[in-house]
């Protein structure tokens, strides 16, 4: 358990293992405790790396105002990392591509697990859904955000709760909970400019996209794109599978990411 103090922000993460260096980046319905399984996995061959964005978890900031880049930036350079892997779920995915379109030297590959992109805009069936939870956490009732939050993206719009892995829900409930504590209004990130849309063409790194197809349409729709445009992405789709696969099916996205990065590097 460690901390890095950055433009006015005490940051949370986690280090283990040795080799090439792993960093993972989580969603913005969880922190960095979504990667237990991948963390736990990947520490037997890899240096892997975890933390908690600001707004998320342990990490505390003192500003609204901040680079979520530049604190990765800065994380990475704190633990001496010239190059890392960047795996990155949702908003973590976001980041990830960012980071890569803005650092290119200091990314040797990246995994993006229902990642959006800078740049793009929410469809109205979203937007009505996050107004949704918004007044139901300006109410106070912060229970029913994350079921609103859970029904969402967990469960996804095809799904049935009782038909999710019940410890996955468990789990992002349990994550969620300490984020609702943490007081965000205000926040204002430095977005990348100009966005990752339109842009993916510039990545040229080996890249691995994962979606499932019971996640929100415009994910699936946006794995498709990021498939297409990224050259030689390689694509991973799982069937009835919704926003956060790597808890979900640990085990395949484990096992996908694991021989993803064994052809890689096979050359390296």
């Known amino acids: ?7 006015d922000a005490t940051m949370y993460y986690e280090t283990a293992g040795r080799g090439q260096a792993f960093a993972m980046l989580h969603a ?26 600001r707004g998320f978890g342990k990490t505390t900031t003192a500003t609204k105002n901040f680079n979520r880049r530049a604190d990765l930036l800065a994380l ?6 010239e190059r890392a892997i960047l795996l990155g779920c949702s908003m973590g995915g976001s980041l990830a591509l960012d980071f890569t379109l803005e650092h290119p030297e200091r990314v040797s590959a990246l ?4 990642a959006g992109f800078s740049g793009f805009k929410a469809p109205a069936d979203m937007m ?48 969620e909970l300490d984020n609702l504590k943490i007081d965000t209004k205000g926040y204002n990130p430095v977005e990348l400019e100009p966005p990752a849309i339109g842009r993916l063409g510039e990545i040229k790194i080996p890249t691995l996209v994962i ?14 794109t990021l ?33 993803f990065l064994m052809q890689a590097f096979s050359n390296s």
Request: charged share 30%; no cysteine; hydrophobic share 40%.
């Open 128 to 175: 009505k859904q996050w107004e949704e939870q918004d007044a139901a956490f300006a109410t106070g009732d912060l229970e029913r955000v994350i079921d609103l939050e859970l029904k969402m993206w967990v469960d996804g719009p095809n799904r049935a709760p009782d038909q999710v892995p019940a410890h996955v829900r468990e789990k992002i409930r349990a994550m």
């Open 76 to 81: 990475l350079d704190e633990l001496k990392i």
């Open 211 to 224: 979606y499932g197809t019971g996640d929100q349409p415009t994910v699936v729709e946006n794995g498709e």
């Open 227 to 259: 498939a297409r445009e990224i050259p030689n992405a390689q694509l991973l789709i799982l069937e009835n599978v919704g926003h956060v696969p790597s808890m979900e099916e640990a085990e395949k996205v484990n096992a996908a990411i694991k021989e």
């Open 1 to 7: 358990m460690s901390y890095l103090n950055f433009h």
């Open 28 to 53: 913005g319905i969880a922190h960095s405790a979504m990667w237990d399984p991948q963390f736990a996995y990947f520490q037997e061959k890899y240096r892997v790396v975890r933390f908690d964005q």
């Open 111 to 114: 995994i993006l697990i229902a």
